[in-house]
Each structure stands twice: as C-alpha cells, then as structure tokens.
C-alpha cells in the first residue's frame, strides 16, 4: 500500500495523514486557486485576467465584451480605439 502512504513508517496512521490525506489537502488547494482566477462565463474553465469594466466579472480573451474576433485578434488599431475610448470616459 504504497500509494496511500501507509508502508515503512512511525505509525500507520500518521502516515495516512501526512500522506495521502496532507496530498488531497493540496490538490484542494490547487483547485481553490485556480476557481479564483478562471474566466466567470459559466462553463469557461480559461484564465480570467481582463477585467469587464463596471462591474466585478473577470473574462478571459475570447468572451472579453470589448476583444474582436473570437480568437482575440487584438490589432494596434484595436488597442489604439480602446485608448481613446477611455481617454474620453
């Protein structure tokens, strides 16, 4: 029993819990930072880093309102728009 940890130690049960209870303690924590970070469209399992201004959603590239094109092809004269817009709000 190898892989839950419980073989060659002090005892079987701290080896339970410091073994494949401490790694299940640490894929939760994986999990629990990347929900914080992905993309809010409800199926979307991207990383969210574009903020959607005027409210507290965080999108990635491709559901961002303001990114053109499905794929996100972002183009100067696309960011330079984006800047004057907001130079202008």
């Known amino acids: ?5 419980l073989d060659d130690g002090s005892g079987a049960w701290y080896l339970f ?3 494949i209870v401490g790694d ?8 629990a930072a990347f929900r914080i970070v ?6 979307c399992y ?6 959607v201004d005027g409210t507290p959603y965080r999108t990635c590239t491709k559901h961002h309102p303001s990114t053109p ?7 100067v ?5 984006a800047h004057r817009r907001a130079l202008e709000a």
């Open 17 to 19: 819990w410091s073994g």
């Open 77 to 81: 004269e696309h960011i330079h728009e």
């Open 1 to 5: 029993m190898h892989w839950t940890g």
């Open 46 to 51: 991207r990383v969210g880093l574009h903020h």
């Open 69 to 75: 094109g499905s794929k996100g092809e972002v183009t």
């Open 24 to 31: 299940l303690a640490l894929l939760g924590g994986i999990i």
């Open 38 to 43: 992905n993309c809010h469209v409800s199926g």
